[in-house]
C-alpha cells in the first residue's frame, strides 16, 4: 500500500509540474532561509558553551548608583576579586583581564638573529592574570595554559599570529617587542601558543599578555586596594560547584558597604554589584561595553519572526494551490471512496502527498545552504558551517521539514477526504465557500507579512542613511587617523607634525588619546567652587594638542580654543562641551569662562581654569546620547593617535607623501592609518548587517508570496477560461479583462497593506527607541510600501491575465 502510495504521489507530482514546481521551490526556499537564520540563533546563544567550567564561571559587574553616564558596566576595580577571593569561601578562584583600551590595534616586532625587523599591527589584545587559562578552556600547542603568564613579561599567541611572525618555527621562549598604548613599550617572551577554538566566545582574543610587567601592573600597584575608582578591569569568579550564586550576590550590598563604603563616600556615587553567568554575557549582560559587543535578544527574535514566517509563507503557497486544484482531485477522491477507501487512507495519501514533496524541497534546502553558507557569513558576520558531525541539526532540519509537509498538507488532506462522492461524481462539486475564504485570508496573512517586512526595509535603510549622513559635530571626512603605539613613535610625534605641515596637502594636524568613535574610558568627577565631589559630575576625559580640535573643526560656543599662540596654556586648562556646563550647573557657557573646577583624588585636589566651551558634538556613536566631555592638555606629547586633515586632492597621493615622512623620521615602524568617517562607521556593524539581512528576506519572502499568487493567478484563469471567451466574443477589451482578473487579488494585497501598516509601525517604533537620535517613520513610507506592494503583486497577476486575454476564444469555447 505504501509503495501505491508513493506512487501516486510521484504521478501527481509529474503531472502538474508547474504547480509541483511552484511548492517544491517555495518550500526548499522557506527552508533554506530558516536553516540559515537557526545556525545564526544557534551561535548567537552557545557563546561561552564549550568552555569545560562555564556552569560555575560568573563575571562581575557593577551598577554605578549616581553616575547619570554609565549604569550597569561589566567591569570593576582591579582589586575586586581578590579581596572578594579573601572574603567568600564559595569562591575557588579569581582572574581579571582588561582590554588594551587606548588603542585599536597593538605594535608587535620581532627581531631575529642576523635578520631584518619583522612588525605587525594586530588587534584584539589583552592584558590578564596568570590563573586565567585555568579558568578559561583554551587549546594549546605550545607552552602550559597553567603556567603560561605566571611570569612577568609573558605573551601568549594565537596559531596565526605565531605563524605570521615566526612562520613554521616554534614560537616559545622567543622574545617579542609589544608597542602598547595601554601598557606601554616592553619586551615578551612568548610562553604559550593556542589553536583558536572554531566555537563562539565573548572574549575574542588573539594575544593575551601577562598583568606583571607592563603598565598596567603599575596602575594596579597604585590603586591598592581602592573599589571605588578604576573601574576598567573585567573580573571573573570560578565559583564552587553547587554554590547558589543568588545566595552569594545577596551578600555583596554588606561586603560594599564594610570594603568600599569610604571611598564610594570620598567620590561622591554608589555602586552594586552583582554576577552574571559566562553563558548569559554575550546575550544578558545589559551592557554595551563588554569584552566583546554584545548581541541583540531583539534582534534574535526579528530573525526568529523572518525565519517562522517565511516558512508559513511557503507552507500557505502549497495549501492554496492544493485547494484551489481540489475540483481536479474531486473525480479521483470520488472514486476511490465508491471503490471502499476510508477517509482515514486518503488523508494519509494526500499527507503522504505533502510529506514528499517538503522531503525533496528539503534536499534541496540541504544543497542550497551548504552552497549559501560563505555568502551568509559574510553577510552576518559569523563563521557558520552546517557540518554532518553536528548530525543532530541535520536531524532536526529533517524533523523540521517533515513538520512542514504535515502542516502544509493537513488542511488539503482533511478538505479533499471530506467530498461527498455522490455529488463529486455527478459534476456538482464546486469549490465551498469556506474553502475560498480561507484561500482569499491566507493570501491577505501571506502579504501581510511581506508588507512588514517591506516597511522594516524601508525603516531600517532610511536609519541606516540618517546614521551615515547625521551631523556629528566635528569634521569627518578627509581626516586620516595614524596611530602612535612606540615610544619612538610618541617622540617623533612634534617633527612628524612640523613636517607634514609643510605639506601644501595638508590642512591641519592634530593629536590626542582618543577620537570620536572609539572607546574612551578616561573620566573623572568634577565640582564647581563651593562644592564637593558629592555634588561633582562625571566627566569624560580626553588629553588634545593644541591643534587637535582645529582639526577637528570642533567650534567654540565661548571663550577660545586651545593654541599656540597661548603659550602659557597649561594642564589646568580645561575645555568643555555644552553638555558639561550645563551638568555642572553653570547658568550659561559664557558665564563659566574663567571659572575654577576641582577634582579630589587618593588624598590629593586638582584644579582647572575653564578657558573655552564647545559646541555639543558626537564623540560615541548615535545609540548613545551626547553627555559631558572635557579636553585637557596633554603637555608630555604622549599621545595615541595623529589626526592628519587632508586638503581636497588625489587621496593616494597624500597618503604616499605622508608615508614617506614617517619613514624618514621612523624607517622601523610601519605606516598604518586609517579614516576617521569609516572608523566611526563601523560603530554600526551590528545595524548594517541586520539591515542587509532584512533586505534580503524580505525579498525572499516577497518571491514566495509571488510563487502562491502566480498560482493563483494561473489556477483562476483557467477556472475562468470559457468566461473569457464569452466576454471576448461579446466585444471585451484585452485591459478589461485583465482588470477583472487582477482586481479580486489586488483587493486582497490592500486589506493586507491596511492590516500591516499599523503592526509594521509599532514594531519599528520600538526598534528605533534603542537609538538615541533617530528618524521619524513618515506617512511617505506607507505609500511607498503600498505602492511597492500593488505593483509586484499586479506584476505577478498580469503575466497569467493577459496570456488569458489574449487567448483565442475559438479555443476556449470549442467544447461548448
Not at 460 to 474: P, V
Not at 511 to 531: Q, R, V
Not at 595 to 624: A, C, M, P, R, T
Not at 793 to 815: C, G
Request: aromatic share 12%; net charge positive.
Amino acid at each position: 500500500m505504501l509503495k501505491n502510495y508513493f506512487k501516486i504521489a510521484w504521478r501527481n507530482l509529474m503531472k502538474n509540474k508547474v504547480f509541483s514546481f511552484i511548492n517544491v521551490l517555495g518550500l526548499c526556499t522557506g527552508l533554506v532561509c530558516c536553516m540559515l537564520i537557526t545556525l545564526y540563533i544557534l551561535n548567537e546563544t552557545s557563546y561561552d558553551r564549550y568552555q569545560k567550567n562555564a556552569d560555575n564561571i560568573y563575571q562581575v559587574g557593577t551598577d554605578f548608583i549616581g553616575l547619570g553616564n554609565f549604569k550597569k558596566q561589566p567591569n570593576t576595580p582591579a582589586a575586586m576579586g581578590e579581596i572578594m577571593k579573601s572574603v567568600f569561601p564559595q569562591i575557588q578562584q579569581t582572574t581579571r583581564m582588561v582590554r588594551l583600551f587606548a588603542e585599536d590595534k597593538t605594535l608587535l616586532q620581532y627581531t631575529p638573529q642576523n635578520g631584518a625587523v619583522k612588525s605587525f599591527y594586530e588587534t584584539k589584545g589583552y592584558v590578564a592574570d596568570s590563573t586565567f587559562f585555568r579558568i578559561f578552556t583554551y587549546h594549546f600547542i605550545e607552552g602550559n595554559p597553567a603556567t603560561a603568564l605566571t611570569n612577568p613579561n609573558s605573551v601568549v599567541l594565537d596559531e596565526e599570529i605565531a605563524k605570521k611572525i615566526f612562520g613554521n618555527q616554534p614560537a616559545l621562549n622567543k622574545v617579542i617587542h609589544i608597542s602598547s598604548s595601554t601598557n606601554g613599550d616592553h619586551d615578551y617572551q612568548v610562553t604559550g601558543v593556542f589553536r583558536p577554538i572554531n566555537k563562539p566566545s565573548h572574549i575574542d582574543g588573539r594575544f593575551f599578555m601577562s598583568t606583571m610587567g607592563g603598565n598596567i601592573a603599575s596602575m594596579i600597584k597604585n590603586a591598592g586596594t581602592n573599589l571605588a575608582n578604576n573601574n576598567m578591569y573585567y573580573t571573573y569568579l570560578l565559583l564552587a560547584p553547587g554554590t547558589d550564586p543568588k545566595k552569594l550576590e545577596a551578600q555583596f550590598p554588606a561586603f560594599v558597604d564594610k570594603y568600599a563604603g569610604k571611598d564610594l563616600k570620598a567620590v561622591g556615587f554608589q555602586k552594586a554589584q552583582y554576577l552574571i553567568p559566562l553563558k548569559d554575557i554575550h546575550l544578558h549582560s545589559g551592557s554595551d561595553n563588554d569584552v566583546t559587543p554584545s548581541g541583540s535578544v531583539t534582534y534574535l527574535y526579528i530573525l526568529a519572526s523572518i525565519a517562522l514566517f517565511t516558512l508559513l509563507i511557503a507552507c500557505i503557497n502549497f495549501m492554496n494551490l492544493a485547494t484551489a486544484r481540489s475540483s481536479r482531485r474531486s473525480s479521483e477522491v470520488g472514486i476511490r471512496k465508491v471503490l471502499g477507501a476510508e477517509k482515514k487512507f486518503l488523508i494519509a495519501q494526500f499527507l503522504g502527498e505533502s510529506v514528499l514533496m517538503s522531503l525533496i524541497a528539503f534536499v534541496f534546502a540541504i544543497i542550497f545552504t551548504k552552497l549559501l553558507i560563505p555568502a551568509f557569513n559574510h553577510l552576518s558576520g559569523k563563521n557558520l558551517s552546517l557540518s554532518f558531525e553536528n548530525i543532530w541539526i541535520v536531524v532536526v532540519f529533517l524533523l523540521l521539514s517533515i513538520l512542514t509537509g504535515l502542516l502544509a498538507g493537513s488542511y488539503p488532506a482533511f478538505y479533499l477526504s471530506s467530498f461527498n462522492p455522490a455529488k463529486v461524481l455527478k459534476g456538482k462539486f464546486s469549490n465551498s465557500l469556506a474553502a475560498v475564504s480561507l484561500r482569499k485570508g491566507l493570501v491577505i496573512f501571506q502579504f501581510v507579512i511581506s508588507v512588514v517586512l517591506i516597511v522594516a526595509s524601508v525603516v531600517i535603510a532610511q536609519q541606516m542613511n540618517y546614521l551615515r549622513s547625521a551631523d556629528l559635530g566635528f569634521a569627518q571626512e578627509r581626516q586620516i587617523v595614524i596611530p602612535l603605539r612606540s615610544e619612538n613613535a610618541k617622540k617623533i610625534y612634534t617633527a612628524f607634525k612640523d613636517e607634514l605641515l609643510k605639506q601644501s596637502t595638508v590642512a591641519n594636524v592634530g593629536a590626542s588619546m582618543f577620537y570620536p568613535g572609539i572607546t574612551n574610558f578616561a573620566d573623572n568627577i568634577l565640582y564647581k567652587e563651593g562644592e564637593s565631589m558629592q555634588q561633582g559630575k562625571d566627566i569624560r576625559m580626553n588629553y588634545v594638542d593644541t591643534r587637535f580640535l582645529q582639526t577637528l573643526k570642533i567650534e567654540p560656543v565661548a571663550g577660545r580654543l586651545f593654541s599656540d599662540d597661548f603659550p602659557s596654556d597649561t594642564a589646568q586648562a580645561i575645555i568643555l562641551n555644552e553638555k558639561g556646563i550645563k551638568e555642572l550647573g553653570f547658568a550659561s557657557p559664557q558665564q563659566s569662562i574663567g571659572k575654577k573646577l576641582y577634582f579630589d583624588f587618593q588624598g590629593k585636589n586638582y584644579n582647572y581654569h575653564i578657558v573655552g566651551v564647545v559646541k555639543d558634538f558626537h564623540y560615541e556613536d548615535l545609540h548613545l546620547p551626547i553627555t559631558p566631555y572635557a579636553f585637557q592638555l596633554s603637555l608630555d606629547p604622549q599621545y595615541n593617535y595623529m589626526i592628519v586633515h587632508a586638503k581636497a586632492g588625489n587621496m593616494n597621493n597624500i597618503l604616499t607623501s605622508i608615508k614617506n615622512s614617517w619613514h624618514n623620521l621612523n624607517p622601523s615602524e610601519p605606516f598604518e592609518y586609517s579614516f576617521l568617517d569609516k572608523d566611526f562607521q563601523k560603530n554600526y556593524d551590528a545595524e548594517n548587517r541586520l539591515s542587509a539581512i532584512v533586505g534580503y528576506f524580505t525579498a525572499i519572502a516577497i518571491l514566495i508570496s509571488c510563487l502562491g499568487l502566480f498560482g493563483l493567478a494561473t489556477f483562476s484563469a483557467e477556472q475562468r477560461i470559457k468566461e473569457i471567451g464569452v466576454r471576448k466574443t461579446l466585444g471585451a477589451s484585452v485591459s478589461s479583462i485583465v482588470a477583472l482578473l487582477s482586481k479580486d487579488f489586488l483587493k486582497l494585497v490592500g486589506i493586507a497593506v491596511l492590516i500591516a501598516s499599523p503592526l509594521a509601525w509599532l514594531a519599528m517604533h520600538k526598534w528605533l527607541q534603542s537609538f538615541a537620535y533617530r528618524i521619524h517613520i513618515s506617512w511617505s513610507v506607507f505609500v511607498i510600501t503600498t505602492l511597492a506592494a500593488l505593483l509586484i503583486a499586479l506584476i505577478t497577476i498580469s503575466f497569467q491575465a493577459i496570456k488569458a486575454a489574449l487567448a483565442n476564444p475559438v479555443d476556449s469555447l470549442r467544447s461548448e
